[in-house]
């Protein structure tokens, strides 16, 4: 029956009107075999390595764009690091510890009155499992949707298209490609002379999983990542202090917003030893001991904790993959070098994501992996990494698209720049949720929009107003003559875009 079937659609597509493009022939011959289940030994249109947010979401439009494809994951859950021990989880935790905080500290203010509040761990860190699971499961559901062939094992290049897998069963096969694409993120970087034991001296992933609140806890690193994870425990009770090299926190954040950033966290009794150096670790008795000292040289002191988390970066995840014996060039950074069309050196082999050059963001290793695979289909794929909006989901949060003013500055352009804080917005007052503001930096002369800077409760939602506008070369004038409703936080925006080119309303 199904080669009659093969037969008859053979016979039906060769009597059509068809273009002769390499693109349709493609597409015709994948229609004959979509139907069918496909083996890891079969030849595949695209196979990816990798199914984090950027290989999985490849994998999916690849096969929407009628390539037969095969994703491999060694992990044995879909999502990366991002959904499995990363973005979600951590989102869950800011959530929960929020809401732990807002009732103790919040509600009464509200006309809430609670007897007592208590912090369930074991219950916090089910509900973050359960919303890992449940997503993971969900992506998994949308390869079988969109028939993607799903390998779970350990991939590493046999040749430029041919992936040998060590599968998590225990078995070996080959998975042939025409076009593969490495997609395997990142790992935790460490440093030397420490030793992370997901124990006492953790990584993201064991601060995510913490089973007793730590007393004290040190954060090494005051990035996206150690900021949050130290805002998740400080609600919870832990007396947090983040021990950073640089003279400033989150360094490539706008100066003035993050100059009231750390004002916010600091309020919230997060201690900060910055341009510090770490020059020792002891973790042989019951808490740890760590010495520092400052980073130009100097008496060198010691703090104690009960936990360390080492959030110094990450450094892209190629190890293993056998990328030397097929020739791909990789900076000093290990970062895989590729051109606008994310092609590696060697023919028919892509990168994308956290193993390339650009932000190491989960949102824009997905926007890669469409743009790549639009590229193997024929089509035309783009990604701006200066438009690539950025978050850190504390509270409150602070979220980015563009220049900073520091970076207009040394390039010598000339901007002006509107602002607006939410001590000003009606719903901000209604609410009672009124730290930050919005800065808008605007060419002078064209008064195009180059940078959007927003720190306040859910800025990470608010941007996206700024990252259409930015990617569409919008000026200041445009956003302030839309109408936002009111009230809504949004309109601080539009208040600082009037402030950008004219005057504000409210202020």
Not at 386 to 394: A, E, F, M, R, S
Not at 465 to 479: C, G, K, M, R
Request: a neutral charge; one cysteine or more.
């Amino acid at each position: 029956m199904a080669m009659a079937s093969l037969a008859r659609r053979k016979a039906y597509f060769l009597t059509r009107n068809i273009s002769n493009s390499p693109t349709d022939a493609l597409r015709f011959s994948l229609s004959l075999t979509r139907g069918f289940a496909s083996s890891g030994s079969d030849e595949n249109d695209v196979v990816i390595i990798g199914g984090g947010p950027g290989g999985y979401v490849a994998a999916i439009k690849a096969a929407q764009l009628g390539l037969k494809t095969t994703c491999i994951e060694k992990r044995g859950a879909l999502g990366g690091t991002c959904l499995n021990i990363g973005c979600i989880p951590s989102k869950a935790l800011l959530h929960s510890s929020h809401m732990y905080h807002e009732a103790k500290h919040v509600f009464a203010k509200h006309g809430v009155k609670v007897s007592s509040v208590e912090v369930d761990l074991p219950a916090m860190l089910a509900q973050k499992d359960t919303a890992v699971k449940n997503l993971t499961r969900g992506v998994e559901s949308l390869f079988k949707k969109n028939k993607v062939n799903y390998v779970k094992g350990y991939g590493k290049f046999l040749s430029p298209n041919e992936v040998s897998v060590d599968t998590t069963d225990g078995e070996n096969t080959v998975v042939k490609g025409k076009h593969i694409i490495v997609a395997t993120g990142s790992d935790v970087k460490s440093l030397p002379g420490i030793t992370i034991d997901e124990k006492k001296i953790v990584s993201s992933t064991g601060a995510l999983c913490l089973t007793e609140i730590p007393k004290k806890l040190i954060v090494i690193g005051a990035g996206y990542i150690g900021l949050e994870m130290g805002s998740v425990w400080g609600r919870l009770g832990s007396e947090v202090t983040v021990v950073e090299f640089a003279a400033d926190i989150v360094p490539a954040m706008d100066g003035e917003i993050r100059k009231q950033f750390q004002r916010s966290l600091e309020k919230q009794s997060m201690k900060f030893m910055l341009k510090t150096k770490v020059v020792g670790v002891d973790s042989s008795g019951d808490g740890v001991k760590l010495m520092v000292e400052p980073a130009e040289g100097g008496e060198q002191t010691t703090l104690e904790a009960d936990i360390v988390l080492v959030s110094a970066g990450r450094t892209p995840f190629t190890s293993g993959l056998d990328l030397e014996k097929i020739g791909v060039e990789t900076d000093k950074g290990g970062r895989i070098l590729v051109n606008e069309r994310f092609s590696t050196n060697v023919s028919g082999v892509y990168a994308i994501g956290d193993v390339i050059p650009g932000p190491m963001l989960a949102h824009k290793a997905e926007e890669d992996g469409v743009a790549c695979v639009e590229f193997i289909a024929g089509k035309h794929g783009h990604v701006d990494y200066d438009k690539v909006p950025g978050v850190v989901y504390t509270h409150p949060e602070v979220a980015s698209v563009g220049k900073t003013e520091e970076q207009l500055k040394k390039e010598g352009v000339s901007y002006n720049v509107g602002k607006f804080p939410f001590m000003a917005n009606s719903r901000a007052k209604a609410i009672d949720t009124v730290e930050g503001m919005v800065k808008i930096l605007a060419d002078k002369e064209t008064d195009k929009i180059l940078g959007v800077h927003i720190m306040s409760p859910n800025a990470g939602e608010l941007i996206h107003e700024a990252v259409l506008a930015i990617n569409y070369d919008a000026s200041s004038e445009d956003i302030a003559r839309v109408c936002h409703a009111h009230p809504t936080m949004s309109e601080a925006i539009k208040e600082a875009a009037m402030a950008t080119y004219d005057k504000p309303i409210h202020m």
